[in-house]
């Protein structure tokens, strides 16, 4: 058999950068908060604006949104709403009174000051996959339960790549760890793994209030220091169709009279839990969402609050969910125009129905990022790792997504589209005239390294040299990746003092029994 060596030597071009790529590690993107530049895409004129409006705030008069939270009930009484039980009927005059005092835009600031984050003001921030009950990996080659190794894993992706803005609630849940104190261990792997902003889970009082204390306690902040200014979040999700829950509202209740973030995001399927509709389901969630909004505003004006779309549609023949779908795409740019008439930032997600880190994977997560960029979302859920409709969370895929993350971020930057004389070219165009090439003039020697996007996943070589070079595929390549990234991680510096008061608050609340389940 010949010799392959001199198949994989070649003087220049794409094999010499890929290789110049690979001997260097990640090159990825440096921190930045992105803002997206771009005209959004807007479906709907202003008609359509006004009759998803019209029909949301018919909801709200006419049918109604269940409370099941007693202390939601006493609010709603006592700003004048009309209360039949658990049912609210709301007008729509207090609903956009209410709505008007919200912060367009605000900032969340973590432990790392230099991680803060700005949520509205056309920023676009990604964060990591959150909830899946189960995990999939190469190495394991099947969907298992999660355990805490593999949360921590997955934390440990969300600092270290830079494309990722905050950490969501759990990557995968650890179902090794059982749920009274649940919280407490994966919240100190998120406060020690992470320095970037958190989340807590409206799943009770106990949880919620011991997140806070976590949080103040991991910045160092007084009690007055941590309520001065948002400095982390929890996100709810209504129980489509027309109802909020007990625990998620007493969640959010605790944490904008603490002065922290809350995001709103209904779950509403076309032809299941909403309108087969489209325009129907949106007005529906956007009905659930303001209902929340408003009684926080009611409580706390000028309370930081997001509104929230999972607005997508069920396969009809199976009653599966769909993501990633055209109707999903064209949910999300309308639900982004109705968050632009109401002036409050908006959060969207990253997700897909596909079972492992395939092509549909990846064109079904393509599909929801780019509908998040033409929406112009602020806040996107899940970008990173979310298979099987949020059941399952992978490593491979979590990368994966983090190259498309990057390429997002470069269509955005600037000099992309910059139009100075330089970038014009006019003399470098008179110096190669039409006979020769641009690759050796100043002009473009100046430029090469940065001037196009670099991929860290993506192999642009040809068949021959990919083959010669082993024939990996792309998910192959995401795990050795994964691999290297946790065995190389550091753990962002936490001073010893503040370490140790998180594992004395750990310890006391679990002897203490943590929060209080059924079993």
């Known amino acids: 058999m010949s010799d392959p060596t ?82 609210v009927k709301m007008g729509r005059d207090w609903v956009m009174e209410m709505i008007g005092q919200a912060p367009a835009q605000f900032d969340i600031t973590p432990r790392n000051p230099d991680r803060k984050i700005t949520l509205g003001g056309g920023h676009i921030l990604f964060g990591n996959v959150s909830s899946p009950p189960n995990y999939f990996d190469l190495e394991i080659g099947k969907k298992v339960s999660g355990n805490r190794e593999q949360c921590a894993n997955l934390l440990k992706l969300t600092q270290y790549f830079n494309c990722i803005h905050f950490a969501g609630g759990y990557p995968v849940e650890p179902v090794d760890v059982h749920a009274s104190v649940r ?50 979040y929890t996100n709810i999700n209504s129980t489509s169709p027309l109802k909020h829950d007990v625990p998620m509202i007493d969640g959010c209740l605790r944490c904008v009279r603490r002065g922290q973030a809350v995001v709103v995001t209904p779950f509403t399927l076309a032809g299941a839990m909403a309108p087969v509709t489209m325009s129907g389901a949106v007005a529906l969630s956007i009905a659930e969402a303001l209902s929340a909004i408003a009684l926080f505003q009611y409580v706390r004006p000028g309370a930081p609050c997001v509104v929230g779309t999972f607005t997508s549609n069920v396969d009809m023949k199976s009653g599966a969910p769909a993501f990633g779908t055209p109707e999903y795409m064209r949910a999300t740019q309308m639900t982004g125009q109705m968050a632009r008439f109401y002036g409050l930032p908006m959060r969207s997600s990253g997700v897909c129905a596909a079972n492992v880190p395939d092509g549909q994977a990846m064109w079904e997560t393509s599909n929801s990022l780019w509908a998040s960029v033409q929406s112009g979302t602020n806040m996107v859920y899940h970008a990173a790792g979310w298979l099987e ?51 050796g003039i100043q002009h473009t020697q100046d430029r090469y390294e940065n001037a196009f996007y670099s991929p860290f996943v993506s192999d642009w070589r040809n068949f021959e040299a990919w083959d010669v070079a082993g024939a990996t595929w792309t998910a192959e390549r995401a795990h050795h990746m994964f691999k290297d990234i946790i065995n190389t991680f550091e753990a962002p510096p936490m001073d010893a003092a503040i370490r140790s008061e998180l594992e004395d608050f750990v310890a006391r609340r679990k002897s203490e029994g943590g929060a209080p389940t059924d079993f």
């Open 6 to 87: 001199p198949r994989r030597r070649r003087s220049g071009g794409r094999a010499a950068n890929t290789a110049k790529r690979q001997t260097a590690g990640i090159a990825q993107m440096p921190w930045r908060l992105p803002v997206n530049t771009d005209r959004p895409t807007e479906p709907l004129d202003q008609a359509g604006v006004e009759a998803v409006h019209d029909g949301a705030m018919r909801i709200l008069e006419e049918v109604g949104i269940e409370f099941l939270n007693e202390e939601a009930i006493a609010l709603f009484k006592q700003a004048g709403c009309k209360v039949d039980g658990t049912n």
């Open 183 to 232: 919280h407490l261990d994966v919240v100190f792997d998120k406060m020690t793994l992470t320095d970037k902003v958190g989340h807590a889970y409206s799943l009770g009082r106990e949880r919620v209030e011991d997140v806070m204390e976590m949080v103040r306690i991991a910045g160092g902040w007084s009690d007055e220091e941590f309520e001065a200014k948002p400095r982390m």
């Open 389 to 439: 409709g949020g059941l399952i969370a992978s490593p491979e895929k979590f990368i994966m997504d983090c190259e498309v993350i990057q390429m997002i971020q470069r269509y955005m930057e600037p000099e992309v589209t910059a139009t100075s004389p330089a970038d014009i070219a006019l003399e470098a165009v008179k110096e190669v005239g039409p006979n020769g090439h641009f690759f």
